[in-house]
């Protein structure tokens, strides 16, 4: 069989477990702006101001373990702020709420925010430039925040996840997962950490041990499943590349969605974009 290339449409949603989804709801809509779309069950379901948008999915998982300051499979989501005015809105409801900030770097090219969720998943938020920044300063983010406007109160249809940050235990297999199973090219970034590039979505890997990197994520808080918009052609042409790998996969009876677990424990689930949505 030739090589296999998976053409990625880009990541439509992260899906976390969580404890407290009244918190957690608390902020991500109110202070960091994202759209609660609805709530179904345990199920909170976010998104920016586009209709069908679901950026974020929270299910509620009261007895899982939280494993507070130990290492996760997250290490942080990046996500994107397509203007100076949305980030000085987003700026200024983090100093209204005197949420803490993990760090707040700026240079010509880019600004930066990172921030902790209550149950300490990494957020980093950023406007700019994609590329390595040298000599990055400390970002004074109520200089930042005076240039708010209040017009962006909720993340606008442009904001997207570009990039999730993985920590794993099996380095070697994740890496080889990403290239050679679901095949998306894998390149080296900096200091052993590897990275792949498929559309719009970056993922970058660190190598770790301990705490939940080699736990089920049914039992534990943190990172759940990816979900990504694909092609029907690329749906039917990784079903027959699973086959011929005899890698365990689910795919549904209409032939439009399949889920697969990397070595890591995390579910990638891939949906037809023929597939209608919510």
């Given at each position: 069989m030739a090589e296999?290339?998976?053409?990625v449409a880009g990541l439509q949603t992260v899906a976390l477990r969580v404890k407290n989804r009244n918190l957690m709801i608390q902020f991500y809509r109110d202070i960091i702006?994202?759209?609660?779309?609805?709530?179904e069950n345990e199920l909170a379901i976010f998104g920016n101001?586009?209709?069908?948008s679901e950026l974020l999915w929270l299910e509620e998982s009261p007895y899982a373990d939280d494993h507070a300051g130990e290492i996760k499979k997250l290490q942080r989501l990046c996500l994107v702020i397509p203007s100076e005015m949305e980030m000085a809105d987003?700026?200024?409801?983090?100093?209204?709420?005197?949420?803490p900030i993990k760090d707040a770097l700026i240079d010509e090219e880019a600004t930066g925010i990172l921030v902790e969720d209550p149950e300490g998943n990494a957020l980093e938020i950023y406007f700019g430039s994609k590329k390595v920044h040298q000599n990055p300063t400390s970002?004074?983010?109520?200089?930042?925040?005076?240039?708010?406007?209040?017009e962006f109160p909720q993340l606008s249809d442009s904001v997207y996840f570009d990039k999730i940050h993985l920590n794993t235990s099996r380095l070697k297999e994740q890496q080889d997962f990403l290239e050679n199973v679901i095949g998306l090219k894998v390149q080296d970034e900096t200091n052993g950490i590897l990275a792949l590039n498929g559309g719009s979505f970056?993922?970058?890997?660190?190598?770790?041990?301990?705490?939940?990197?080699?736990?089920?994520?049914?039992?534990?808080?943190?990172?759940?499943?990816?979900?990504?918009?694909?092609?029907?052609?690329?749906?039917?042409a990784l079903a027959a590349h699973l086959e011929f790998l005899q890698v365990e996969f689910f795919i549904d009876q209409k032939r439009q969605i399949i889920t697969i677990y990397d070595p890591t424990g995390i579910e990638w689930w891939f949906i037809s974009e023929d597939k209608k949505r919510h």
């Open positions: 296999f290339a998976l053409a702006g994202f759209s609660l779309k609805r709530e101001t586009k209709a069908k987003l700026a200024q409801r983090l100093l209204e709420a005197d949420y970002l004074q983010l109520d200089a930042l925040a005076r240039k708010a406007t209040g970056h993922v970058g890997l660190s190598a770790g041990k301990g705490g939940t990197l080699d736990l089920s994520t049914d039992g534990v808080l943190g990172l759940d499943f990816l979900q990504f918009r694909v092609s029907q052609s690329d749906i039917t």
